[in-house]
DNA sequence: TACGGGATCCACT
DNA sequence: GTGGATCCCGTAT
């Protein structure tokens, strides 16, 4: 069952917290490449100096970020890697939650390939380990680029829907590579999935 | 127009 | 566990 507007249209840190376990889909012309949400972070805009809207910031890049709940944010990051992130609350507030980490559940050896360039069977264990262990990695693995920036994902091509009813443990953490973001640094909004070895970093 | 740094990943030790 | 790759973006000239 697909997420619809009113499950983004909340305050950033529930979302993002609600996000883990849910079902990342991106169709590819019928070609459906899924995988589970295992580690978010939340970004609170104004008030978030590791967020790129901090203080209200209004660039060509932070734009989407001023789109409405349920809409994608993808950015480019050290000149190479995507990262995809879902807007939160309502259009004109400029926060929400980047995926960090997804379990591969479909697709997985279109994963593998776009990846490594072969099956998944044909995969190292440690190439296995990293197919979509980290922001940058599961954007290759479910093709996603900066074309995806501002998409609805309440619509046909990449979208959310509701995970199975297993029961986890939600850890509460620091986010990571945000050292320059001074008192932010330290604020909890990274949360995962206790013991899923798609975490990027425990 | 130039400069500095980054919400990362990979190869190597 | 460490360092290099590599280029976009924001800020300042």
């Known amino acids: 069952m697909k997420l ?10 529930t979302v993002a917290k609600e996000l883990l376990g849910k079902t990342l889909v991106h169709n590819m012309s019928g ?9 978010t ?4 805009g104004l008030k978030d100096k590791a967020a790129h809207s901090y203080g209200g910031r209004r660039t060509k890049r932070v734009e989407t970020m001023y789109g409405p709940p349920g809409t994608a944010y993808v950015y480019i990051i050290y000149g190479m890697y995507h990262c995809l992130n879902i807007l939160t609350v309502k259009e004109g ?9 997804i379990e591969p559940l479909e697709g997985i050896d279109w994963m593998a390939i776009n990846r490594f360039q072969k099956p ?5 264990k440690n190439q296995r ?4 262990n980290g922001p940058g990695k599961l954007s290759i693995a479910l093709q996603i680029d900066r074309s995806f920036d501002g998409i609805d994902l309440c619509g046909d091509i990449l979208y959310l829907e509701g995970g199975s009813d297993e ?3 939600i850890v509460e953490t620091t986010r990571i590579g945000i050292d320059y973001a001074e008192e932010a640094r330290d604020f909890p909004y990274r949360y995962y999935i206790e013991g899923n070895p798609y975490v990027s970093k425990v």
């Open 4 to 13: 619809n507007r009113n499950f983004y249209s909340r305050d950033t840190i």
């Open 31 to 39: 070609k459906l490449l899924k995988g589970k949400i295992v580690e």
């Open 41 to 44: 972070e939340a970004y609170l």
């Open 93 to 101: 507030v400029p926060e929400g939650a980047l995926i960090r980490g």
């Open 120 to 124: 998944f069977e044909e995969l190292t």
């Open 129 to 132: 380990k990293n197919l979509t």
């Open 167 to 169: 029961r986890f443990t």
